[in-house]
């Protein structure tokens, strides 16, 4: 869907919506069909080819809104209110198109969750790939048994938000699997990649996991908030969060035989009570993409970090830092730290393009990740000229406080380029710690 697809779409979606408040009124406020009765009306699997936008909505109003409860009819007077406007509809289009996401790279999920439950956290010490192995989990094991702790819980991560690296489920898996603990795969980025069949191989042991988590919001074209996790149990979550408070019970509550995989209790999967229709948005873009489309899209993201890992090999001055297997390219001037944070700085301070950094064994480390739907090998051979321009102002004014004559860029083999390499290779380049580890929930 281009553009001009959305404008016209976009129209009709509004009348849409406009006629069904209009006529809400009319409608039955409280569903009469039975449980799982949407299963047979809809595919097992998403479409390889894209179905047109009519078809689409013709299916909302045959199969999806006979399941629906009317919230907003004048004849709705369970619970509470929930609350809704046009200027809140349209103020909520304008969210999704602008995406912002409203942090300010505190990602620390499972830290904070070891705060909120009470438990220990340890972290696993990765190998030369950033990745977590037997060995080491294997050892942490053995030492915290031997102090007296209990290992109950170990993520495992599939694409690190650092350097998208990934953890070897197929060594972690059994050992958690003999030890009786909880193996979760968090998959958040790079779950999505795993729709095109030549990046299946890096799920090769996931079936020693206990639940798996990733968030098409961040690579499969969804808007923010959408997070898709499986369990392999259900009840183990059903069993810790169920209550049955008399104003949640209905009349199909107990009839398991009529509600699919025990999604009758899905209220107790969770803290929060409700939820927001997210499937319905996952539903329309699987369905106007098509697998294809959206394989191919998957691909160009890669294809372009690709390209922009060529262009940093390319430059004597610079240096990969972690092996490129999606969309993700972490790199750095080759120097001390304090050079690649003021090249983070110029970077970002003059707005042309953002980017953030990460610490891999113990240097710091630009992350050059391929983002949004409409970047273009353009965009990212822009991108890189700007880096290696600033780059060379850096190091110019860093040969100018040191006394050395002024260096131009290095384009390939001038008298500059060895030397100047020379010179950054001397430099020093940090410690050796590994920041980018698995995770290890103890009891205590």
Aim: with cysteine; hydrophobic share 40%.
């Amino acid at each position: 869907m281009n553009a001009s697809d959305f404008r016209r779409r976009g129209k009709e979606m509004v009348d849409y919506v406009a006629d069904y408040l209009e006529g809400i009124e009319g409608r039955q406020v409280y569903p009469d069909v039975q449980p799982g009765y949407l299963r047979p009306l809809i595919p097992a699997t998403a479409p390889q080819e894209p179905d047109t936008f009519e078809d689409i909505l013709q299916d909302v109003e045959k199969i999806i809104m006979p399941g629906v409860t009317h919230w907003h009819s004048p004849y709705f007077f369970a619970y509470f209110p929930t609350a809704s406007s046009y200027p809140a509809m349209l103020a909520d289009m304008l969210c999704g198109a602008i995406g912002c996401i409203g942090f300010s790279w505190a990602h620390s999920s499972v830290e904070r969750a070891g705060l909120i439950g009470g438990v220990k956290l340890k972290a696993i010490p990765s190998d030369g790939k950033f990745a977590m192995r037997a060995s080491a989990l294997q050892e942490a094991l053995e030492r915290d048994k031997a102090a007296g702790l209990i290992p109950f819980f170990v993520v495992a991560t599939l694409g690190t938000t650092s350097c998208c690296s990934f953890d070897n489920l197929l060594e972690v898996g059994p050992i958690c699997h003999e030890e009786d603990i909880w193996l979760h795969v968090d998959a958040a980025y790079a779950g999505s990649a795993f729709i095109c069949p030549e990046f299946r191989h890096l799920l090769n042991g996931v079936e020693f996991a206990d639940s798996f988590n990733f968030n098409p919001h961040k690579w499969l074209l969804v808007n923010f908030d959408c997070s898709a996790m499986w369990v392999k149990r259900r009840t183990d979550l059903t069993g810790a969060f169920k209550l049955d408070p008399v104003y949640l019970k209905h009349s199909h509550q107990d009839s398991g035989e009529c509600w699919p995989q025990g999604l009758r209790l899905l209220p107790h999967w969770q803290l929060p009570l409700g939820r927001r229709f997210r499937s319905l948005k996952m539903w329309f873009v699987f369905r106007m993409y098509g697998v294809k489309g959206l394989q191919a899209y998957i691909r160009k993201h890669v294809q372009l970090s690709h390209e922009f890992e060529a262009f940093v090999l390319q430059d004597p001055r610079f240096e990969v830092c972690a092996e490129v297997t999606l969309g993700l390219v972490c790199f750095r001037l080759k120097g001390s730290d304090g050079l690649n944070e003021a090249l983070l700085e110029r970077i970002n301070s003059a707005r042309k393009i953002h980017l953030v950094p990460c610490r891999l064994r113990g240097q710091f480390v630009l992350r050059f990740a391929i983002c949004s739907r409409k970047v273009e090998s353009g965009h990212v051979r822009l991108a890189w000229e700007h880096i290696r321009g600033l780059a060379a102002e850096l190091l110019a004014a860093e040969e100018g406080k040191a006394g050395r004559p002024h260096c131009r860029p290095c384009t390939g083999a001038t008298e500059q380029g060895p030397q100047l390499q020379k010179w950054t290779e001397r430099m020093p380049r940090g410690g050796s710690r590994n920041v980018e580890r698995g995770l290890l929930c103890t009891l205590f």
